[in-house]
């Protein structure tokens, strides 16, 4: 499932795969996710595949809905 969260502190958007969870505990023993964000704070255009850790997750990021995110970060992160 895809999963929409927007950073706290920079108001950028980012999309996790809560299906990819289980590859990064078997393959590397990590509670992370793969991700799509920002590489360069604020610049939609540097959105990049990356992973995303739950503890980041929970600490700077809040869960909003799809319609909540603008078409153009839509576009960049791939939706």
Same mark, same amino acid.
């Given at each position: 499932? %895809? /999963?929409?969260?927007?950073?706290?502190?920079?108001?950028?958007?980012?999309? @996790?795969? &809560?299906?990819?969870?289980?590859?990064?505990?078997?393959?590397?023993?990590?509670?992370?996710?793969?991700?799509?964000? &920002?590489? %360069?704070?604020?610049? /939609?255009?540097? /959105?990049? &595949?990356?992973? /995303?850790?739950?503890?980041?997750?929970? =600490?700077?990021?809040?869960? @909003? =809905?799809?319609?909540?995110?603008?078409?153009?970060?839509?576009? =960049? @992160?791939?939706?």
């Amino acid at each position: 499932m %895809i /999963v929409f969260y927007r950073e706290r502190a920079s108001g950028d958007f980012l999309t @996790i795969d &809560t299906a990819t969870n289980r590859y990064y505990l078997d393959n590397y023993g990590q509670d992370h996710f793969e991700g799509r964000a &920002t590489a %360069i704070e604020g610049q /939609v255009g540097s /959105v990049c &595949t990356c992973g /995303v850790s739950r503890e980041f997750l929970h =600490a700077r990021c809040r869960r @909003i =809905a799809k319609r909540k995110v603008p078409r153009e970060w839509q576009k =960049a @992160i791939g939706f």
